[in-house]
């Protein structure tokens, strides 16, 4: 049974930082793509960061380009998104999700099993 439980998240004001993170079992992250999803009240969700398995090739969306870092460790068998210089938009929940496709990152309907979201909020 594969479980993806993420933690970290929180309230944290402009300017800040946070580190989520993504536990997995049922599953090895060196096998599967993982990816940070994220979705903002009346909005649709939208990749974050993802990071392939074997190759450890990762992509970033444009909005989180040189603030966000995906990272993972094997040995943990979790992957990490660390958040810096977050923006009031940055404010969602964000979903770990899993898939065994590793031909292209952080397609939505490709990601088979998702963990339950973690809130972060960024505000004053």
């Known amino acids: 049974q594969v479980q993806l439980v993420e933690a970290g998240g929180g309230l944290v004001q402009p300017g800040g930082s946070l580190r989520l993170s993504c536990a997995a079992s049922g599953l090895t992250v060196d096998h599967y793509a993982i990816g940070w999803f994220r979705q903002a009240p009346g909005k649709e969700r939208e990749g974050v960061s993802c990071?392939?398995?074997?190759?450890?090739?990762?992509y970033y969306a444009d909005s989180v380009k040189g603030r966000f870092t995906i990272s993972k460790d094997n040995a943990k068998n979790t992957v990490y998104l660390q958040m810096n210089s977050l923006k009031p938009e940055d404010t969602a929940v964000y979903y770990c999700?899993?898939?065994?496709?590793?031909?292209?990152?952080?397609?939505?309907?490709?990601?088979?099993?998702w963990g339950q979201g973690t809130q972060v909020t960024v505000s004053s």
């Open positions: 990071i392939s398995g074997s190759h450890g090739s990762t």
């Open positions: 999700a899993a898939t065994v496709l590793q031909f292209r990152l952080c397609v939505l309907k490709d990601y088979d099993y």
